[in-house]
Each structure stands twice: as structure tokens, then as C-alpha cells.
């Protein structure tokens, strides 16, 4: 049974960081791709990240040169590093997994955690 659990949302100026923790269990095979995806409201949900369980990583273009994605295997946590935060970074931030090769579209991935709220003003 897997279980993501995101966590550090909030809201911040223009310009801010925050650093978005996606704690998961339940990954019995060590090939499962992570991603980071976002959706603001009245809009579909988007990819904004995805790490592979060799540590390659993709980003959306919104977000490249201000987002990291990473995640620390002894503590089974996905991290996203968010810089230079924009308004249009508002929405409801949701990390995901699966099994097999990574991907950034979302109707692949088989396991989501509940979102957390990051709010840019």
C-alpha cells in the first residue's frame, strides 16, 4: 500500500523560496520514477518536475533554472527546492510515484499524495 504525504506550502512574496517535502512508503521495487505536479484553479493539472530512481531529472519549462527536484532514498522523501517564485507558481502542488520508467505525464502515475497549498503574491 503506498502513501505520499506532501508538506511546506504556504504563501510567500514574488521573488521567495519555499521548499515543498513529500514523504512516501510502500515502494517495494527500487525502479519507481517521483514527480512534482501542480494545478491552479480552473486549470488542468500540469508537470512541474520528475526524478528518476537513477536521480536523472526532468523539468516543465516554467520552472527550469528555478526549481530542483530531489529526493533522499535513506528517508524515502521527494524534495522540491522552489526559487524565485512567481504568481503564476499559485496552486495546489501534489508530488506523485510509480513504478517502471519515468515519465512527465500525469495519467501515468498510479500513486498521489493529498497537495499542499503554495500561494504567490
Known amino acids: 500500500h503506498v502513501q505520499l504525504v506532501e508538506s511546506g506550502g504556504g504563501s510567500v512574496q514574488a521573488g521567495g523560496s519555499l521548499k515543498l517535502s513529500c514523504t512516501y512508503s510502500?515502494?517495494?521495487?527500487?525502479?519507481?520514477?517521483m514527480g512534482w505536479f501542480r494545478q491552479a484553479p480552473g486549470r488542468e493539472r500540469e508537470a512541474v518536475a520528475a526524478?528518476?530512481?537513477?536521480?536523472?531529472?526532468s523539468y516543465a519549462d516554467s520552472v527550469k533554472g528555478r526549481f530542483t527536484i530531489s529526493k533522499d532514498n535513506a528517508k524515502n522523501t521527494l524534495y522540491l527546492q522552489m526559487n524565485s517564485l512567481k504568481p503564476e507558481d499559485t496552486a495546489l502542488y501534489y508530488c506523485?510515484?510509480?513504478?517502471?520508467?519515468?515519465?512527465?505525464?500525469?495519467?501515468?502515475?498510479?500513486?498521489w499524495g493529498q497537495g499542499t497549498q503554495v500561494t504567490v503574491s
Open positions: 510502500g515502494y517495494t521495487r527500487s525502479n519507481y520514477c
Open positions: 506523485a510515484g510509480g513504478i517502471g520508467y519515468c515519465t512527465m505525464r500525469p495519467s501515468w502515475y498510479p500513486n
Open positions: 526524478i528518476d530512481s537513477d536521480g536523472s531529472t
